[in-house]
């Protein structure tokens, strides 16, 4: 069924109550499943008002008629809708519970016919509102279809008539009688015709709905594949030019060349930024980003931002200050998450700013963390202040939008909102801005104590380097780049031959790709960390579900593809700090 099919049987209409093949049975199947809920509180409310009418009939009747009415009441009627009852709570088929359910109405209704009829054979005057009672209840409480319904009180009419017309009624009573019952079971159907339609459009409109629902969810698949696919092959080119731009030696060129070099890097950084943006944003409108929140010292996370972000700032000119908290500072968060969200004000402080100095602070405001990114920079009006947070919003300075699509700070919201926090600016034309973050305040985490002297290593080319990486010109071109800046290098194609050719090794960081041929990169590290052969990692992907950022923990770095080498450099040189003992090894049943 397709909502073409549920369209045309909208457009054509089912005034005969009546569907196309298909849909009929899929209606009647969902309205059989009805009808049994509905008879459990159904047939507990007739049962109660037949087991009163007996109480009735045996204090109100003359003790002769009232001993065959209670016998009618007792021994017939009360135990058909006792099983019926006891029914609608096994597993019968639905199908065959509502024939059963029809059955019950019509046993329910001749039974008030055979205690008339007890009661005109020893002439006494019984009225028949009886039988109107029994169609009204038929008809607007059971449920019943309308044609089932109709055909069974058609059959109770007539019994009526005849039992009525046996018993020596005058042929004008019998007229009256019938007129005014003939009357009430007219608008029994009319009422049952109506009810019957309107169950049947709204279980159009269900229809309808789950479809929608069903198309939804394909399309969320569809976009969500498209989304994988496009983050990894538009990442794995980009990556390969990024490493030869950054391999290509600007000082030693003559100066249009080396213009061109630099030129070429700015524009492979911006595009790796605004494909990284689309990617994120479409990332959390699709419910694909979901926040594993647990208690988190800052102090580590801004250390973090402070570090990767400092060479940008250097090469900016821009004082990037951590201001030191009076005590420790912990949060309710997603690590990653909110390294993220830290990262995105940053670097949005030092690329749209125009600032000179850009500080990172932290105090506690009634149960929350404040985070701040404060800049002396241009600041904005009131127009930009308002909007600065909105999707593909571009401030403009003077003339001109800032470069860009305008998604960073929209990241920064909708990653916020996931963990539960609040966003906000306040801004200065011509003194800067101020974008803070609030979070929910945990109790402050023990801090692990440092590293002592000893165990920092006296030179950072000291640790010899393993890349592993499927990729042929990847792999090329990230061994290039790190033997250009010194160290020692070896790479391979798959997570086996490193394994094999690195037994002998000590003291190793692993470069690898998160996803290779046979064995994650992650389970490459662990294996190679409980060894000793390495001391530490980076995990390139282009799969940016998986949260870029480093866990000081198990000493490892998260890059995303195309690998900035700034970024790359500032992971390179916290995880150089460390001699092996101070590092823990990577659980290899950690989560990818």
């Not at 492979?268 to 479409?282: C, K, Q, R, T, Y």
């Not at 393993?466 to 780049?481: G, N, P, S």
């Not at 996803?515 to 389970?523: A, D, F, I, K, Q």
Request: one cysteine or more; aromatic letters at 6%.
């Amino acid at each position: 069924m397709n909502m073409a099919q549920l369209q045309q049987q909208i457009e054509t209409g089912f005034w005969r109550l009546r569907f196309s093949p298909e849909l009929e049975q899929r209606y009647r199947r969902v309205r059989n499943e009805g009808i049994r809920v509905r008879a459990r509180l159904v047939s507990a409310s007739a049962l109660l008002l037949f087991l009163i009418y007996a109480m009735l009939d045996s204090t109100m009747l003359p003790a002769s008629i009232a001993e065959d009415t209670v016998r009618v009441r007792l021994l017939v009627t009360c135990p058909v809708i006792a099983v019926v009852w006891w029914l609608s709570y096994t597993r019968i088929p639905p199908a065959m519970f509502a024939r059963l359910y029809i059955g019950a109405y019509l046993v329910g209704g001749l039974s008030v016919v055979i205690i008339i009829a007890l009661a005109r054979i020893q002439q006494h005057p019984l009225p028949y509102e009886g039988i109107l009672l029994m169609l009204m209840f038929g008809y607007f409480v059971m449920g019943i279809p309308f044609r089932s319904v109709s055909l069974v009180s058609l059959l109770v009419l007539v019994a009526y008539l005849s039992v009525e017309y046996a018993t020596g009624m005058t042929g004008q009573q019998l007229l009256v009688n019938g007129f005014f019952i003939a009357t009430a079971n007219v608008i029994g159907m009319v009422g049952s015709w109506l009810s019957e339609h309107r169950q049947r459009a709204h279980f159009l409109d269900r229809q309808m709905l789950e479809l929608s629902r069903r198309q939804a969810e394909l399309e969320s698949q569809r976009k969500t594949r498209l989304i994988t696919v496009a983050s990894h092959d538009l990442r794995q080119p980009l990556n390969v030019i990024s490493l030869i731009l950054e391999h290509l030696d600007g000082d030693g060129l003559p100066p249009k060349p080396a213009s061109l070099v630099t030129k070429l890097k700015a524009s492979v950084g911006h595009f790796n930024g605004l494909l990284a943006s689309v990617l994120d944003i479409s990332r959390i409108q699709e419910g694909m980003v979901t926040p594993e929140k647990r208690t988190l010292d800052l102090r580590p996370t801004l250390e973090q931002i402070r570090e990767t972000c400092g060479e940008q700032a250097r090469h900016l000119g821009v004082i990037l200050n951590l201001s030191p908290a009076a005590e420790a500072m912990a949060v309710v968060a997603d690590p990653q998450l909110l390294y993220r969200i830290l990262q995105n004000l940053v670097v949005n402080a030092l690329e749209h700013s125009g600032a000179e100095r850009i500080d990172l602070t932290t105090r506690r405001e009634a149960g929350q963390v404040r985070i701040e990114v404060r800049d002396n920079g241009r600041g904005m009006d009131p127009a930009g202040e308002s909007h600065a947070f909105d999707p593909f919003y571009r401030h403009h300075a003077g003339n001109a939008p800032h470069p860009g699509l305008g998604l960073g700070l929209a990241i920064v919201r909708e990653l916020s909102l996931l963990m539960n926090g609040h966003c906000g600016v306040r801004s200065v034309a011509g003194q800067g801005s101020c974008f803070w973050i609030r979070l929910p305040a945990a109790s402050t985490p023990r801090v692990a104590a440092l590293p002592d002297s000893t165990a920092l290593a006296t030179e950072e080319g000291s640790h010899p380097f393993v890349v592993v990486e499927d990729h042929d010109e990847a792999r090329h071109w990230v061994c290039e780049t790190l033997r250009h800046w010194g160290y020692a290098t070896r790479g391979f194609a798959t997570a086996e031959d490193a394994l094999v050719a690195t037994r002998e090794s000590t003291g190793a960081i692993l470069v690898t790709d998160l996803h290779l041929p046979g064995m994650s990169g992650r389970t490459l590290l662990s294996r190679l960390s409980e060894r000793g052969t390495a001391v530490g990692g980076i995990l390139m992907t282009a799969d940016t579900a998986l949260p870029q950022g480093y866990d000081a923990e198990h000493h490892l770095w998260v890059l995303h593809k195309p690998l900035l080498p700034m970024r790359l450099r500032a992971a390179i040189s916290q995880l150089t700090r460390y001699r092996p003992e101070a590092v823990r090894s990577v659980p290899a049943t950690a989560p990818e």
